[in-house]
């Protein structure tokens, strides 16, 4: 589709430019690079500047920031819980911990399954990957998986987006996205 349009283009570019008197060509030409360098300038702009901040959410931004979190005190929860609202999040948990792509295949250690032409994870070690609308906002004492299954919260880490927190949740912290709305909350479920 793009060469159909580049061509389209230099074509009305050299229909428009054999119908403009050749006195004012050398002025069209200035004008025609003067507003391509501001419309790319506006572009840059927008792209490094605008862009990044407002829609941050798009680019899974957080997710660094949780998982330095889940690596400084995995160890103080029996399971970690983490949403799947913004997008995979056993991806970026095998990125930032430098997992052995090996280790997050089906094993006796995680909890993967196919369904609807895709490969889900729900587990990897003691972490769990759950459906943001299944977090309860009421009590709760256990969560349920998409494989199945329901897994207890006692002496928990529950990592949740903004409107997901149980009431029985401690809030811990809250990673903001570039524009300074709530991403992730981390919580403690007792």
Same mark, same amino acid.
């Given at each position: 589709?793009?060469?159909?349009?580049?061509?389209?283009?230099?074509?009305?570019?050299?229909?428009?430019?054999?119908?403009?008197?050749?006195?004012?060509?050398?002025?069209?030409?200035?004008?025609?690079?003067?507003?391509?360098?501001? @419309?790319?300038?506006?572009?840059?702009?927008?792209?490094?500047?605008?862009?990044?901040?407002?829609?941050? @959410?798009?680019?899974?931004?957080?997710?660094?920031?949780?998982?330095?979190?889940?690596?400084?005190?995995?160890?103080?929860?029996?399971?970690?819980?983490?949403?799947?609202?913004?997008?995979?999040?056993?991806?970026?948990?095998?990125?930032?911990?430098? !997992?052995?792509?090996?280790?997050?295949?089906?094993?006796?250690?995680?909890?993967?399954?196919?369904? @609807?032409?895709?490969?889900?994870?729900?587990?990897?070690?003691? $972490?769990?990957?759950?459906?943001?609308?299944?977090?309860?906002?009421?009590?709760?004492?256990?969560?349920?998986?998409?494989?199945?299954?329901?897994?207890? !919260?006692?002496?928990?880490?529950?990592?949740?987006?903004?409107?997901?927190?149980?009431?029985?949740?401690? $809030?811990?912290?809250? $990673?903001?996205?570039?524009?300074?709305?709530?991403?992730?909350?981390?919580? @403690? $479920?007792?």
């Amino acid at each position: 589709m793009i060469p159909a349009i580049i061509i389209f283009a230099c074509l009305g570019l050299s229909r428009l430019l054999s119908i403009i008197p050749h006195k004012f060509i050398k002025s069209f030409s200035i004008l025609l690079a003067l507003w391509i360098c501001v @419309s790319f300038g506006s572009y840059l702009r927008q792209y490094f500047g605008n862009y990044a901040l407002t829609y941050s @959410s798009s680019w899974q931004f957080g997710y660094e920031e949780v998982m330095t979190y889940v690596q400084d005190h995995w160890h103080e929860y029996d399971r970690i819980f983490i949403t799947k609202r913004f997008g995979e999040p056993h991806i970026f948990y095998a990125f930032f911990n430098q !997992t052995n792509p090996e280790y997050v295949q089906p094993n006796i250690n995680n909890i993967r399954f196919q369904k @609807s032409d895709w490969y889900w994870t729900d587990k990897v070690d003691n $972490v769990y990957f759950i459906n943001d609308w299944q977090i309860p906002i009421t009590s709760i004492k256990t969560l349920p998986l998409e494989s199945g299954g329901e897994v207890t !919260t006692q002496r928990s880490l529950l990592i949740t987006s903004a409107g997901h927190v149980p009431i029985n949740a401690h $809030v811990i912290r809250t $990673v903001n996205f570039l524009d300074g709305s709530p991403a992730f909350i981390i919580t @403690s $479920v007792p």
